[in-house]
C-alpha cells in the first residue's frame, strides 16, 4: 500500500502533462476518478489474492487458536486497506489541488465540487474493497481471484451512480453516500457469514 501512496500521487502529478489542453478544467477531478478506479481495483486484488493465499498456506488456522473472532479478521484487513487508500486518495488530491492553483487559480464552487467527488470515489472504492474480500473468501485459486477482482470488483462498485442516469432529481452525492455505506454493509455481513463458514 505504501506504493499507492507514492504511485497515485505521482500518477496525479503525470495528469498534467498528459492531460489535453482543456480551458479552466481542473486536474484534481480527473485525479480523483482515476486514483479511485486505480486505487479501488488494486486494492480488490490486493485482498482477494491475499485472503486466498493465507487460506491456501492454513495462515487462518493459527488465529483461530488464539481468542479471536473470525469476522475481526475479516473487518481489520477492510479497514486496513481502505484507509490506506483514504490516504492515498488525499495525498493525490493535494498534489492535484497544488497543480490546479498553480496553473488555473481557484475556481468557483471547487471545493464543494471537490467533496462531491470524493465521496462519490469514496463510496466506489469501499463496495470494491468488500468484494475483493468476498471473492477471497468464495475462491480458492490466486489467479482466479486476481481474474475476479479486476473484472467484477470495478465493474460492480459502478452501481452508485448508475441511477442518477436513469432517474432525473436524484442527488447522485447522496446517492452515493447511501448505496455505498449500505451495499457494503450487506457484502461484508455476507462475507462473514462465509467466512465463518469456511472449515480451516
Excluded at 119 to 126: E, G, L, T, V, Y
Aim: net charge negative.
Amino acid at each position: 500500500m505504501i506504493v499507492l501512496w507514492f504511485g497515485l500521487p505521482l500518477l496525479s502529478f503525470l495528469i498534467h502533462f498528459i492531460q489535453p489542453p482543456t480551458e479552466d478544467f481542473p486536474i484534481s477531478f480527473l485525479v480523483v476518478l482515476l486514483v479511485s478506479s486505480i486505487g479501488g481495483t488494486l486494492s480488490s486484488i490486493m485482498l482477494s489474492t491475499s485472503i486466498v493465499s493465507e487460506k491456501n498456506r492454513h495462515v487462518y488456522e493459527l488465529f483461530l487458536i488464539r481468542p479471536v473472532k473470525r469476522y475481526n479478521l475479516l473487518l481489520a484487513k477492510f479497514f486496513a486497506v481502505f484507509l490506506c487508500l483514504i490516504i492515498a486518495i488525499f495525498i493525490s488530491l493535494i498534489v492535484g489541488l497544488l497543480i490546479d492553483i498553480s496553473t488555473i487559480g481557484f475556481p468557483e464552487n471547487y471545493l464543494n465540487s471537490m467533496f462531491d467527488s470524493l465521496i462519490i470515489s469514496m463510496s466506489s472504492m469501499a463496495i470494491t474493497c468488500s468484494i475483493g474480500i468476498c471473492i477471497g473468501v468464495l475462491v480458492s485459486s490466486v489467479a482466479v481471484a486476481a481474474i475476479l477482482a479486476v473484472y467484477l470488483g470495478g465493474q460492480l462498485s459502478s452501481i452508485i451512480i448508475l441511477p442518477t442516469f436513469f432517474i432525473p432529481g436524484l442527488d447522485p452525492e447522496l446517492l452515493a453516500l447511501i448505496l455505498g455505506i449500505s451495499i457494503t454493509t450487506v457484502i461484508m455481513g455476507i462475507n462473514i457469514l462465509l467466512f465463518n463458514r469456511v472449515q480451516f
